[in-house]
């Protein structure tokens, strides 16, 4: 039987992440068909102090790779964040989609109680099982960040739905 | 052993609302502090034809109720959206954290593979198995919507961070 912990990670991150490749697409086709500059879009905020959206795509594919890999037992990799454009973003949701293919299922076996340890050797070290990990920080975390990615282009008038965010379930 | 269709659910579900009740608290607060009407935030959107942050909440609760409900095999109790004030949306919550208090973690047992028929007896009626439901539907339909909520109040200036979105994990 697939561990639960594979269950609830792997393809949910996949299916979230195929649906924003498919959103921010839908925002480059609409920027060149506008002539919309698109850092317009790539550098919007909901709020000055928030991250725009370049950023948060970037953040959304680092917890992915890093719930993946940490369940998985395997070293986070390091990747910079080096993207400025939309190419750029969808060369790097297409890398983290081939991570997340690299795993297999029984990796994830009793991930659950796996210790998992956020921000090592800092202040604000905080030690969870795997469990914990995936449903109450690491999945919040993910979907904060594709949602917000998606309020940014829906707040500047891109013409994606629900359904856009969902993807194929 | 714990159904870990229940650790992926109603943990989950309550960690999320108890967030959104503070940080909505912290708006009205802020409201209240700065003599602001409650409405210009309780009506906001973050655009036009999205929901303003009363629905928002309302559709969160909704999601919360029927994952719970429906894995655990129980009738999703009908509730009106009669909400218009920042009271009624902490009543609301309230009502929501309680309703998932009142399953018992066994409910939940086996509902993996129970089957849940989204729209019945529309033309968009789909049915997926409850783990799909919970994993591929549900919880992504439920953060949207507390994300949603978090963003529609941070645009309008309420000073949150990620720490209020989280909650205690």
């Not at 905020?45 to 950023?55: A, Q």
Request: without cysteine; aromatic residues 10%.
């Amino acid at each position: 039987m697939t561990s639960p912990m594979y269950t609830a990670s792997v393809p949910v991150l996949k299916q979230m992440l195929s649906a924003l490749s498919d959103v921010l697409k839908k925002a480059e086709d609409h920027a060149a068909a506008k002539n919309i500059d698109a850092q317009a879009y790539l550098g919007a905020r909901l709020y000055p102090d928030m991250f725009p959206l370049t950023r948060q795509v970037q953040i959304a594919a680092d917890f992915a790779k890093g719930i993946a890999s940490r369940l998985a037992g395997a070293e986070v990799p390091s990747w910079e964040n080096t993207e400025t454009t939309f190419a750029d973003l969808q060369a790097l949701i297409a890398k983290t989609l081939a991570h997340l293919d690299s795993f297999k299922p029984a990796q994830f076996d009793q991930s659950e109680a796996r210790e998992i340890v956020l921000r090592p050797g800092t202040p604000k070290e905080k030690k969870l099982s795997g469990s914990a990990y995936l449903l109450h920080y690491g999945l919040p975390q993910f979907f904060f960040h594709v949602t917000t990615s998606y309020a940014i282009l829906r707040h500047n008038g891109i013409e994606v739905g629900k359904r856009d965010y969902m993807g194929a379930y």
